[in-house]
Protein backbone atom coordinates (compact mmCIF):
# COMPACT_ATOMS: atom_id res chain seq x y z
CA UNK A 1 0.00 0.00 0.00
CA UNK A 2 0.95 3.51 -0.67
CA UNK A 3 -0.71 5.02 1.75
CA UNK A 4 -3.72 4.34 4.13
CA UNK A 5 -6.91 5.21 2.48
CA UNK A 6 -9.87 6.16 4.06
CA UNK A 7 -12.61 2.83 4.78
CA UNK A 8 -14.21 2.93 1.25
CA UNK A 9 -12.25 5.55 -0.35
CA UNK A 10 -9.25 3.78 -1.65
CA UNK A 11 -7.82 7.35 -3.35
CA UNK A 12 -8.27 9.38 -0.66
CA UNK A 13 -5.52 9.77 2.24
CA UNK A 14 -6.46 9.76 5.67
CA UNK A 15 -5.32 13.28 6.78
CA UNK A 16 -2.52 12.30 8.72
CA UNK A 17 -1.34 10.25 6.08
CA UNK A 18 -1.93 12.95 3.56
CA UNK A 19 0.34 15.49 5.78
CA UNK A 20 3.06 12.58 6.01
CA UNK A 21 2.62 12.69 1.85
CA UNK A 22 2.84 16.33 1.34
CA UNK A 23 5.71 16.47 4.11
CA UNK A 24 7.54 13.65 2.02
CA UNK A 25 7.53 15.33 -0.78
CA UNK A 26 8.37 19.25 0.58
CA UNK A 27 11.48 17.03 1.88
CA UNK A 28 12.14 15.96 -1.70
CA UNK A 29 12.06 19.60 -2.85
CA UNK A 30 13.93 21.31 -0.01
CA UNK A 31 16.73 19.00 -0.16
CA UNK A 32 16.94 19.69 -4.02
CA UNK A 33 16.80 22.88 -3.82
CA UNK A 34 19.34 23.90 -1.14
CA UNK A 35 21.71 21.28 -3.56
CA UNK A 36 21.06 23.30 -6.76
CA UNK A 37 24.19 25.69 -6.43
CA UNK A 38 26.12 22.07 -6.21
CA UNK A 39 24.71 20.16 -8.99
CA UNK A 40 26.54 19.90 -12.16
CA UNK A 41 25.21 22.18 -14.72
CA UNK A 42 24.28 19.32 -16.87
CA UNK A 43 24.35 15.64 -16.55
CA UNK A 44 22.90 13.24 -18.89
CA UNK A 45 25.42 10.65 -19.01
CA UNK A 46 24.15 6.92 -18.50
CA UNK A 47 19.98 8.79 -18.74
CA UNK A 48 19.24 6.30 -21.77
CA UNK A 49 19.17 3.47 -18.45
CA UNK A 50 17.82 5.21 -16.26
CA UNK A 51 14.91 5.84 -18.75
CA UNK A 52 14.43 2.10 -19.48
CA UNK A 53 14.26 1.41 -15.99
CA UNK A 54 11.06 2.96 -15.83
CA UNK A 55 9.32 0.65 -18.34
CA UNK A 56 6.91 -1.61 -16.84
CA UNK A 57 3.67 -2.18 -16.51
CA UNK A 58 1.66 0.17 -14.41
CA UNK A 59 1.68 -1.44 -10.58
CA UNK A 60 -1.82 -3.07 -9.73
CA UNK A 61 -0.50 -2.47 -6.04
CA UNK A 62 0.59 0.93 -4.41
CA UNK A 63 4.40 1.79 -3.63
CA UNK A 64 5.47 3.73 -0.55
CA UNK A 65 6.01 7.92 -1.51
CA UNK A 66 9.31 7.31 -0.42
CA UNK A 67 10.09 4.44 -2.55
CA UNK A 68 8.63 6.46 -5.09
CA UNK A 69 10.55 9.39 -4.78
CA UNK A 70 13.66 7.82 -4.48
CA UNK A 71 13.62 6.63 -8.23
CA UNK A 72 12.58 10.08 -8.84
CA UNK A 73 15.53 11.69 -7.65
CA UNK A 74 17.84 10.35 -10.01
CA UNK A 75 15.60 10.66 -13.04
CA UNK A 76 15.46 14.01 -12.08
CA UNK A 77 19.52 14.36 -12.03
CA UNK A 78 19.77 12.92 -15.46
CA UNK A 79 19.09 16.66 -17.21
CA UNK A 80 19.96 19.91 -17.71
CA UNK A 81 20.22 21.80 -14.37
CA UNK A 82 17.11 24.46 -15.66
CA UNK A 83 16.77 25.88 -12.17
CA UNK A 84 20.28 26.06 -11.08
CA UNK A 85 22.58 29.40 -10.93
CA UNK A 86 24.64 28.14 -13.82
CA UNK A 87 22.13 27.67 -16.54
CA UNK A 88 22.79 30.05 -18.96
CA UNK A 89 21.44 28.63 -22.17
CA UNK A 90 18.58 29.19 -24.59
CA UNK A 91 16.51 31.20 -22.47
CA UNK A 92 16.49 30.40 -18.42
CA UNK A 93 13.96 31.48 -16.05
CA UNK A 94 14.31 29.00 -13.22
CA UNK A 95 11.18 28.75 -11.21
CA UNK A 96 10.57 30.02 -8.13
CA UNK A 97 9.38 27.89 -5.18
CA UNK A 98 6.26 30.36 -4.67
CA UNK A 99 4.94 28.86 -8.00
CA UNK A 100 5.27 25.27 -7.01
CA UNK A 101 3.48 26.38 -4.10
CA UNK A 102 0.60 28.11 -6.06
CA UNK A 103 0.19 25.03 -8.32
CA UNK A 104 0.20 22.60 -5.21
CA UNK A 105 -2.92 24.68 -3.60
CA UNK A 106 -4.66 25.44 -7.24
CA UNK A 107 -4.03 21.61 -8.05
CA UNK A 108 -5.35 20.66 -4.98
CA UNK A 109 -8.49 22.70 -3.97
CA UNK A 110 -9.14 21.79 -7.82
CA UNK A 111 -11.92 24.46 -9.11
CA UNK A 112 -12.59 25.06 -12.22
CA UNK A 113 -11.98 27.90 -13.98
CA UNK A 114 -12.74 27.82 -17.44
CA UNK A 115 -16.11 29.38 -17.07
CA UNK A 116 -16.48 32.31 -14.67
CA UNK A 117 -19.56 30.82 -13.67
CA UNK A 118 -18.06 27.55 -11.85
CA UNK A 119 -15.22 29.69 -9.53
CA UNK A 120 -15.93 33.53 -10.46
CA UNK A 121 -13.29 35.02 -7.43
CA UNK A 122 -10.88 32.49 -8.40
CA UNK A 123 -11.25 33.77 -12.20
CA UNK A 124 -11.14 36.83 -11.08
CA UNK A 125 -8.10 36.79 -9.04
CA UNK A 126 -6.49 35.30 -12.82
CA UNK A 127 -8.26 38.20 -14.36
CA UNK A 128 -6.59 40.72 -12.11
CA UNK A 129 -3.02 38.98 -12.36
CA UNK A 130 -3.62 39.34 -16.28
CA UNK A 131 -4.09 43.13 -15.46
CA UNK A 132 -1.40 43.20 -13.66
CA UNK A 133 0.83 42.18 -16.50
CA UNK A 134 -0.84 44.36 -19.06
CA UNK A 135 -0.39 47.23 -16.69
CA UNK A 136 3.46 46.36 -16.08
CA UNK A 137 3.53 46.69 -20.65
CA UNK A 138 1.96 50.04 -20.34
CA UNK A 139 -1.00 48.97 -22.52
CA UNK A 140 -4.32 50.93 -21.82
CA UNK A 141 -7.41 49.90 -19.54
CA UNK A 142 -9.14 47.50 -21.23
CA UNK A 143 -6.27 45.92 -22.15
CA UNK A 144 -7.31 41.58 -21.69
CA UNK A 145 -5.99 38.16 -22.32
CA UNK A 146 -5.71 35.00 -21.52
CA UNK A 147 -2.73 32.42 -19.84
CA UNK A 148 -0.95 29.96 -21.67
CA UNK A 149 1.50 27.30 -20.99
CA UNK A 150 3.70 29.50 -23.19
CA UNK A 151 5.12 31.49 -25.94
CA UNK A 152 4.57 29.17 -28.58
CA UNK A 153 0.48 28.68 -27.92
CA UNK A 154 0.41 32.21 -26.98
CA UNK A 155 1.92 33.29 -30.72
CA UNK A 156 -0.80 30.44 -31.78
CA UNK A 157 -3.61 32.51 -30.04
CA UNK A 158 -2.49 35.59 -31.79
CA UNK A 159 -1.99 34.59 -34.76
CA UNK A 160 -5.70 33.14 -35.40
CA UNK A 161 -6.87 35.85 -33.21
CA UNK A 162 -5.77 38.46 -36.02
CA UNK A 163 -6.66 36.31 -38.67
CA UNK A 164 -10.08 36.10 -37.52
CA UNK A 165 -9.80 40.00 -37.14
CA UNK A 166 -8.51 40.68 -40.50
CA UNK A 167 -9.26 38.04 -42.93
CA UNK A 168 -12.53 36.73 -44.45
CA UNK A 169 -13.51 32.99 -43.68
CA UNK A 170 -11.37 31.92 -46.74
CA UNK A 171 -7.96 33.76 -45.58
CA UNK A 172 -5.47 31.59 -48.15
CA UNK A 173 -4.29 35.47 -49.58
CA UNK A 174 -3.49 35.87 -46.50
CA UNK A 175 0.46 37.51 -45.79
CA UNK A 176 2.16 37.33 -42.28
CA UNK A 177 5.61 39.74 -41.77
CA UNK A 178 7.80 38.09 -39.54
CA UNK A 179 11.53 38.84 -39.36
CA UNK A 180 14.98 36.94 -40.00
CA UNK A 181 15.03 36.10 -36.40
CA UNK A 182 11.65 35.83 -36.10
CA UNK A 183 11.07 32.60 -33.49
CA UNK A 184 10.51 29.42 -34.86
CA UNK A 185 7.08 28.99 -32.74
CA UNK A 186 5.67 31.83 -35.46
CA UNK A 187 5.92 29.85 -38.26
CA UNK A 188 4.83 26.90 -36.33
CA UNK A 189 1.92 29.09 -35.37
CA UNK A 190 0.86 29.69 -39.10
CA UNK A 191 1.28 26.12 -40.58
CA UNK A 192 -0.90 25.03 -37.80
CA UNK A 193 -3.58 27.86 -38.37
CA UNK A 194 -3.61 26.31 -41.78
CA UNK A 195 -1.46 28.98 -43.85
CA UNK A 196 1.15 27.37 -46.73
CA UNK A 197 4.37 28.67 -45.77
CA UNK A 198 4.48 30.81 -48.83
CA UNK A 199 2.14 32.76 -46.63
CA UNK A 200 5.09 34.19 -44.63
CA UNK A 201 7.41 36.93 -45.67
CA UNK A 202 11.04 36.89 -43.95
CA UNK A 203 12.18 40.62 -44.02
CA UNK A 204 15.72 41.21 -43.74
CA UNK A 205 16.81 42.83 -40.34
CA UNK A 206 19.79 44.97 -39.57
CA UNK A 207 23.80 45.05 -38.52
CA UNK A 208 21.84 44.33 -35.21
CA UNK A 209 19.59 41.97 -35.58
CA UNK A 210 16.64 44.29 -35.71
CA UNK A 211 13.75 43.50 -38.77
CA UNK A 212 14.62 46.45 -41.75
CA UNK A 213 11.29 48.53 -42.01
CA UNK A 214 11.80 49.81 -45.07
CA UNK A 215 12.01 46.12 -45.81
CA UNK A 216 9.04 45.97 -44.28
CA UNK A 217 7.06 48.66 -46.02
CA UNK A 218 8.40 47.19 -49.74
CA UNK A 219 7.23 43.68 -49.09
CA UNK A 220 3.65 45.43 -47.95
CA UNK A 221 3.46 47.43 -51.20
CA UNK A 222 4.74 44.33 -52.99
CA UNK A 223 2.30 41.66 -52.10
CA UNK A 224 -0.95 44.17 -51.94
CA UNK A 225 0.07 44.50 -55.69
CA UNK A 226 0.34 40.95 -56.47
CA UNK A 227 -3.04 40.59 -55.34
CA UNK A 228 -2.20 39.69 -51.77
CA UNK A 229 -3.69 40.49 -48.64
CA UNK A 230 -1.34 41.45 -45.83
CA UNK A 231 -2.73 40.83 -42.29
CA UNK A 232 -0.60 40.76 -39.44
CA UNK A 233 2.78 41.77 -38.71
CA UNK A 234 5.29 40.08 -35.68
CA UNK A 235 7.42 42.76 -34.32
CA UNK A 236 10.22 40.59 -31.72
CA UNK A 237 10.79 42.49 -28.85
CA UNK A 238 14.19 40.43 -27.83
CA UNK A 239 15.06 37.92 -30.42
CA UNK A 240 15.79 34.18 -28.99
CA UNK A 241 19.11 34.58 -30.46
CA UNK A 242 20.84 38.07 -29.54
CA UNK A 243 17.59 39.48 -27.76
CA UNK A 244 17.36 41.88 -30.48
CA UNK A 245 14.80 44.27 -30.38
CA UNK A 246 12.67 45.30 -33.53
CA UNK A 247 11.91 49.08 -34.49
CA UNK A 248 7.84 48.92 -32.88
CA UNK A 249 6.89 52.33 -33.78
CA UNK A 250 7.89 52.60 -37.14
CA UNK A 251 6.00 48.89 -37.39
CA UNK A 252 3.53 50.29 -36.35
CA UNK A 253 3.07 53.11 -38.60
CA UNK A 254 3.50 51.07 -41.58
CA UNK A 255 1.15 48.32 -40.11
CA UNK A 256 -1.62 51.30 -39.82
CA UNK A 257 -1.10 52.59 -42.87
CA UNK A 258 -2.30 49.14 -44.44
CA UNK A 259 -4.41 47.87 -41.59
CA UNK A 260 -2.25 45.01 -40.36
CA UNK A 261 -2.34 43.58 -36.92
CA UNK A 262 0.60 44.35 -34.67
CA UNK A 263 1.64 41.38 -32.80
CA UNK A 264 4.46 41.57 -30.19
CA UNK A 265 6.73 38.58 -29.36
CA UNK A 266 8.16 39.92 -26.09
CA UNK A 267 8.21 36.39 -24.63
CA UNK A 268 12.08 36.63 -23.79
CA UNK A 269 11.92 40.47 -23.79
CA UNK A 270 8.90 41.71 -22.68
CA UNK A 271 9.08 41.55 -18.44
CA UNK A 272 12.84 43.77 -19.03
CA UNK A 273 9.81 46.68 -19.33
CA UNK A 274 9.72 46.10 -15.43
CA UNK A 275 12.87 48.50 -15.39
CA UNK A 276 13.47 51.98 -16.58
CA UNK A 277 16.68 50.65 -19.01
CA UNK A 278 14.67 48.22 -20.21
CA UNK A 279 11.11 50.52 -20.73
CA UNK A 280 13.52 52.96 -22.44
CA UNK A 281 14.74 50.19 -25.26
CA UNK A 282 11.20 49.08 -25.97
CA UNK A 283 8.91 51.86 -27.03
CA UNK A 284 5.65 51.06 -28.52
CA UNK A 285 5.29 47.68 -27.40
CA UNK A 286 1.98 49.20 -25.28
CA UNK A 287 0.52 50.40 -28.90
CA UNK A 288 0.82 46.18 -30.22
CA UNK A 289 -2.63 44.99 -30.92
CA UNK A 290 -1.24 41.63 -28.70
CA UNK A 291 2.02 40.90 -27.03
CA UNK A 292 2.88 37.49 -26.39
CA UNK A 293 4.68 37.53 -22.52
CA UNK A 294 6.69 34.07 -20.65
CA UNK A 295 6.47 34.44 -17.17
CA UNK A 296 8.22 31.28 -17.06
CA UNK A 297 11.25 33.13 -18.65
CA UNK A 298 11.38 37.07 -17.52
CA UNK A 299 9.18 36.42 -14.66
CA UNK A 300 11.25 33.61 -13.34
CA UNK A 301 8.20 31.17 -13.00
CA UNK A 302 8.60 27.82 -13.70
CA UNK A 303 8.18 26.10 -17.54
CA UNK A 304 4.53 26.43 -18.66
CA UNK A 305 3.44 29.85 -17.77
CA UNK A 306 2.74 31.96 -20.71
CA UNK A 307 0.54 34.84 -21.35
CA UNK A 308 -1.04 36.98 -24.19
CA UNK A 309 -2.17 40.05 -24.04
CA UNK A 310 -5.01 41.46 -26.81
CA UNK A 311 -5.54 45.15 -26.56
CA UNK A 312 -9.15 44.66 -27.69
CA UNK A 313 -10.37 41.56 -25.89
CA UNK A 314 -13.61 40.97 -28.05
CA UNK A 315 -11.17 39.89 -30.61
CA UNK A 316 -9.97 37.09 -28.57
CA UNK A 317 -14.12 36.33 -27.72
CA UNK A 318 -14.66 36.57 -32.40
CA UNK A 319 -11.98 34.29 -32.65
CA UNK A 320 -12.96 31.41 -29.70
CA UNK A 321 -16.35 31.83 -28.56
CA UNK A 322 -18.53 28.80 -29.76
CA UNK A 323 -22.22 28.11 -28.24
CA UNK A 324 -23.42 24.67 -26.68
CA UNK A 325 -26.20 23.25 -24.82
CA UNK A 326 -24.60 21.53 -22.42
CA UNK A 327 -22.65 25.03 -21.24
CA UNK A 328 -25.87 26.91 -21.01
CA UNK A 329 -26.34 26.73 -17.40
CA UNK A 330 -22.72 28.52 -16.77
CA UNK A 331 -22.79 30.46 -20.01
CA UNK A 332 -23.02 33.91 -18.17
CA UNK A 333 -20.21 36.06 -17.33
CA UNK A 334 -19.94 37.12 -13.45
CA UNK A 335 -17.32 39.30 -12.35
CA UNK A 336 -14.54 37.87 -14.55
CA UNK A 337 -14.03 36.24 -18.52
CA UNK A 338 -14.92 32.92 -19.10
CA UNK A 339 -11.64 31.84 -20.04
CA UNK A 340 -13.44 28.89 -22.40
CA UNK A 341 -14.63 31.98 -24.57
CA UNK A 342 -10.95 33.79 -25.51
CA UNK A 343 -8.95 31.18 -25.86
CA UNK A 344 -8.79 26.81 -26.83
CA UNK A 345 -9.26 25.63 -23.91
CA UNK A 346 -12.64 24.67 -21.68
CA UNK A 347 -10.94 21.90 -18.77
CA UNK A 348 -7.73 24.17 -17.30
CA UNK A 349 -5.82 24.33 -14.08
CA UNK A 350 -6.15 27.65 -11.77
CA UNK A 351 -2.90 28.38 -13.47
CA UNK A 352 -3.94 32.52 -12.28
CA UNK A 353 -2.51 31.32 -9.25
CA UNK A 354 1.10 30.59 -10.06
CA UNK A 355 1.41 33.96 -11.39
CA UNK A 356 -0.65 35.72 -8.40
CA UNK A 357 0.42 33.87 -5.65
CA UNK A 358 4.28 35.04 -6.04
CA UNK A 359 3.59 38.47 -6.93
CA UNK A 360 1.46 39.01 -3.81
CA UNK A 361 4.08 36.87 -2.03
CA UNK A 362 7.48 38.54 -3.19
CA UNK A 363 6.14 41.73 -4.00
CA UNK A 364 7.08 43.54 -7.68
CA UNK A 365 9.95 44.91 -6.16
CA UNK A 366 11.76 41.37 -5.88
CA UNK A 367 11.30 40.89 -9.27
CA UNK A 368 12.35 44.32 -10.82
CA UNK A 369 15.55 43.96 -8.78
CA UNK A 370 16.14 40.49 -10.68
CA UNK A 371 15.74 41.86 -13.62
CA UNK A 372 17.59 44.70 -13.09
CA UNK A 373 20.53 42.38 -12.00
CA UNK A 374 20.45 40.55 -14.99
CA UNK A 375 21.16 42.81 -17.25
CA UNK A 376 23.79 44.06 -15.22
CA UNK A 377 25.25 40.86 -15.49
CA UNK A 378 24.97 40.63 -19.61
CA UNK A 379 27.14 43.82 -19.91
CA UNK A 380 29.47 42.34 -17.43
CA UNK A 381 29.80 39.54 -19.65
CA UNK A 382 29.85 41.64 -22.84
CA UNK A 383 32.61 43.98 -21.21
CA UNK A 384 34.75 41.20 -19.86
CA UNK A 385 34.61 39.19 -23.74
CA UNK A 386 35.02 41.90 -26.05
CA UNK A 387 38.58 42.59 -25.53
CA UNK A 388 39.59 39.14 -25.86
CA UNK A 389 41.14 38.65 -28.76
CA UNK A 390 40.34 35.15 -29.01
CA UNK A 391 36.63 36.17 -29.62
CA UNK A 392 34.35 38.34 -31.90
CA UNK A 393 30.83 40.13 -30.76
CA UNK A 394 28.14 40.16 -33.16
CA UNK A 395 26.63 43.18 -30.92
CA UNK A 396 26.08 44.56 -27.52
CA UNK A 397 23.68 43.07 -25.27
CA UNK A 398 20.24 44.53 -26.35
CA UNK A 399 18.56 42.60 -23.66
CA UNK A 400 20.26 39.90 -21.52
CA UNK A 401 21.69 37.97 -24.50
CA UNK A 402 25.79 37.97 -25.45
CA UNK A 403 26.57 36.75 -28.26
CA UNK A 404 29.36 35.60 -29.72
CA UNK A 405 31.95 33.94 -31.95
CA UNK A 406 35.03 32.32 -31.87
CA UNK A 407 37.74 33.83 -33.83
CA UNK A 408 40.68 31.21 -35.01
CA UNK A 409 43.47 32.67 -34.29
CA UNK A 410 45.79 29.40 -34.34
CA UNK A 411 44.50 28.69 -37.71
CA UNK A 412 41.52 26.38 -38.40
CA UNK A 413 37.52 26.36 -38.92
CA UNK A 414 36.23 29.09 -36.10
CA UNK A 415 32.81 27.35 -36.20
CA UNK A 416 34.38 24.18 -35.39
CA UNK A 417 36.50 25.89 -32.56
CA UNK A 418 33.36 27.54 -31.24
CA UNK A 419 31.81 24.40 -31.00
CA UNK A 420 34.61 22.71 -29.20
CA UNK A 421 34.68 25.35 -26.70
CA UNK A 422 31.40 25.27 -25.90
CA UNK A 423 31.96 21.44 -24.86
CA UNK A 424 34.72 21.97 -23.39
CA UNK A 425 32.96 25.05 -20.91
CA UNK A 426 30.01 22.62 -20.45
CA UNK A 427 32.23 19.91 -19.63
CA UNK A 428 33.35 21.84 -16.79
CA UNK A 429 30.06 21.37 -15.12
CA UNK A 430 29.92 24.67 -13.10
CA UNK A 431 27.69 26.51 -15.92
CA UNK A 432 25.71 25.43 -19.22
CA UNK A 433 26.03 27.82 -22.59
CA UNK A 434 24.12 26.78 -25.53
CA UNK A 435 25.29 27.52 -29.40
CA UNK A 436 22.84 28.55 -32.26
CA UNK A 437 23.65 29.59 -36.24
CA UNK A 438 22.96 32.48 -37.57
CA UNK A 439 23.15 33.53 -41.22
CA UNK A 440 24.88 30.46 -41.57
CA UNK A 441 27.80 30.75 -39.01
CA UNK A 442 27.99 29.08 -36.00
CA UNK A 443 27.76 31.46 -32.75
CA UNK A 444 27.69 30.66 -28.64
CA UNK A 445 25.31 32.34 -26.85
CA UNK A 446 25.47 33.22 -22.88
CA UNK A 447 21.81 34.40 -21.89
CA UNK A 448 21.47 35.36 -18.16
CA UNK A 449 18.01 35.55 -17.32
CA UNK A 450 17.66 33.05 -14.07
CA UNK A 451 16.62 34.61 -10.50
CA UNK A 452 19.46 32.16 -9.49
CA UNK A 453 22.50 33.40 -11.59
CA UNK A 454 24.38 36.18 -10.02
CA UNK A 455 28.12 37.52 -10.56
CA UNK A 456 29.99 34.93 -9.28
CA UNK A 457 28.65 32.62 -11.75
CA UNK A 458 28.87 34.80 -15.07
CA UNK A 459 32.53 35.24 -14.04
CA UNK A 460 32.64 31.66 -13.86
CA UNK A 461 31.26 31.67 -17.15
CA UNK A 462 33.70 33.97 -19.03
CA UNK A 463 37.15 32.39 -17.38
CA UNK A 464 36.02 29.30 -18.62
CA UNK A 465 35.44 30.51 -21.84
CA UNK A 466 38.65 32.66 -22.17
CA UNK A 467 40.48 29.76 -20.66
CA UNK A 468 39.31 26.87 -23.08
CA UNK A 469 39.44 29.66 -25.87
CA UNK A 470 43.49 30.30 -25.23
CA UNK A 471 43.77 26.49 -24.70
CA UNK A 472 42.52 25.59 -28.05
CA UNK A 473 44.64 28.38 -29.75
CA UNK A 474 47.74 27.28 -28.16
CA UNK A 475 48.24 30.67 -27.09
C1 LIG B 1 11.15 35.14 -28.65
C2 LIG B 1 10.46 33.85 -28.30
N1 LIG B 1 9.21 33.65 -28.72
C3 LIG B 1 8.55 32.50 -28.43
C4 LIG B 1 9.14 31.51 -27.72
C5 LIG B 1 8.39 30.23 -27.45
O1 LIG B 1 8.05 30.18 -26.10
P1 LIG B 1 7.77 28.81 -25.34
O2 LIG B 1 9.05 28.05 -25.34
O3 LIG B 1 7.34 29.28 -23.99
O4 LIG B 1 6.68 28.10 -26.06
C6 LIG B 1 10.45 31.67 -27.27
C7 LIG B 1 11.13 30.60 -26.50
O5 LIG B 1 12.26 30.68 -26.15
C8 LIG B 1 11.13 32.87 -27.57
O6 LIG B 1 12.40 33.09 -27.16
Known sequence: MGSSAKPGWPLEPVSADLRRLIDACADFVVAHIDSLPEQPSFDV??????????????????????????????????????????????????????????????????????????????????AQAIAWLAGLMGCPAGTGGILTSGGSISNLVALVTARVAKLPENFLAGTIYVSEETHLSVHKAARIAGFPAA????????????LRPDRLAAAIEQDKAAGRRPF???????????????????ILDIARRHDL?????????????????????????EDCDS?????????FLPYGTGCLLVRDPSTLRRAHRIEAGYLQDVSAESVAPSYTDLSPELSRDFRGLRLWLPIVLHG?????????????????????????????????????????????????????????????????????????TIGGRYVLRLCVLSFRTHADRVRDAVTALKEEARTLSGA
Not at 63 to 71: F, M, Q
Not at 199 to 210: E, K, L
Not at 262 to 285: I, N, Q, S, T
Not at 291 to 299: A, E, F, M, S, V
Open 291 to 299: ITLDPHKGL
Open 45 to 126: AGAAEVATGFDEPAPLEGRPIEAVLSRLGPAVAKSFTTAGPGYLAFIPGGGIPAAALADFVATAVNRFVGVAAAAPVLARIE
Open 232 to 250: LVVANVGTTNTGAIDPVPE
Open 199 to 210: AIRSVPVDGRFR
Open 364 to 436: LRAFREQIQEKLDLALLAYDELKDDPHFEMLDAPQLSIVAFRARARGGGDPDAIGAEILRRVNARGRVFLSSS
Open 261 to 285: WVHADAAYGGFFRLVPEGRARMPGV
